[in-house]
T-cell receptor, first 111, second 113 residues
Framework: EAQVTQNPRYLITVTGKKLTVTCSQN?????MSWYRQDPGLGLRQIYY???????DKGDVPEGYKVSRKEKRNFPLILESPSPNQTSLYFC??????????FGPGTRLTVL | QQQVKQSPQSLIVQKGGISIINCAYE??????FPWYQQFPGKGPALLIA?????SEKKEGRFTISFNKSAKQFSLHIMDSQPGDSATYFC????????????FGKGTKLTVNP
């Protein structure tokens, strides 16, 4: 089954404790992105990647890091999480200028 | 600044009615306009999309109308059903190789039985 998977689905952590949210796709897509969704703000792009080792900032990259060492994986790293990063996070993948397929989401709470 | 403005924020219609959601943009470099549908607890899923060289695209009960000169596009849901109750996002993609998708803030649609 073609899909984007994210782990963990739910995470509660404390300020300053480094965490990684994993994202994997099995569709051989070149493009992968991370978004955060907040009430009243919609979906905002954090980072995107056009291929292995090629990443670029989205609209809200501050406080986040990404890496793309393999085509199928695109982890999101929060080196020192803060409460304002409490949000619902989505990973997505696509072929060039095609449909973006979203994962099921990761609900992160930073205390 | 918000690049894609979406309205209304919420919408309630009766079963069988027409739901209309509007979006406006400023950046003329946008050249692909998808709509995504999101059910509670799920990720968004592509519903329908249009390119600016087409004024209308229809897929079943869902229609996108596109007005290039006004820089506006809208989603029409005909014969709305309770199963259409979801949050709808319009979005825009910039030409030139970037996959930077810009979303509107979303419209929560409720279709009453």
């Amino acid at each position: 089954e073609a899909q984007v998977t994210q782990n963990p689905r739910y995470l509660i952590t404390v300020t300053g404790k480094k965490l990684t949210v994993t994202c994997s796709q099995n569709m051989n897509h070149e493009y992968m992105s991370w978004y955060r969704q907040d009430p009243g703000l919609g979906l905002r792009q954090i980072y995107y990647s056009m291929n292995v080792e090629v990443t670029d900032k989205g609209d809200v990259p501050e406080g986040y890091k990404v890496s793309r060492k393999e085509k199928r994986n695109f982890p999101l790293i929060l080196e020192s999480p803060s409460p304002n990063q409490t949000s619902l996070y989505f990973c997505a993948s696509s072929v060039y200028r095609g449909t973006q397929y979203f994962g099921p989401g990761t609900r992160l709470t930073v205390l | 600044q918000q690049q894609v403005k979406q309205s209304p924020q919420s919408l309630i219609v009766q079963k069988g009615g027409i739901s209309i959601i509007n979006c406006a943009y400023e950046n003329t470099a946008f050249d692909y306009f998808p709509w995504y549908q999101q059910f509670p607890g799920k990720g968004p899923a592509l519903l329908i999309a249009i390119r600016p060289d087409v004024s209308e695209k229809k897929e079943g009960r869902f229609t996108i109308s596109f007005n290039k000169s006004a820089k506006q596009f809208s989603l029409h849901i005909m014969d709305s059903q309770p199963g259409d109750s979801a949050t709808y996002f319009c979005a825009a993609l910039t030409q030139g190789g970037s996959e930077k998708l810009v979303f509107g803030k979303g419209t929560k649609l409720t279709v009453n039985p």
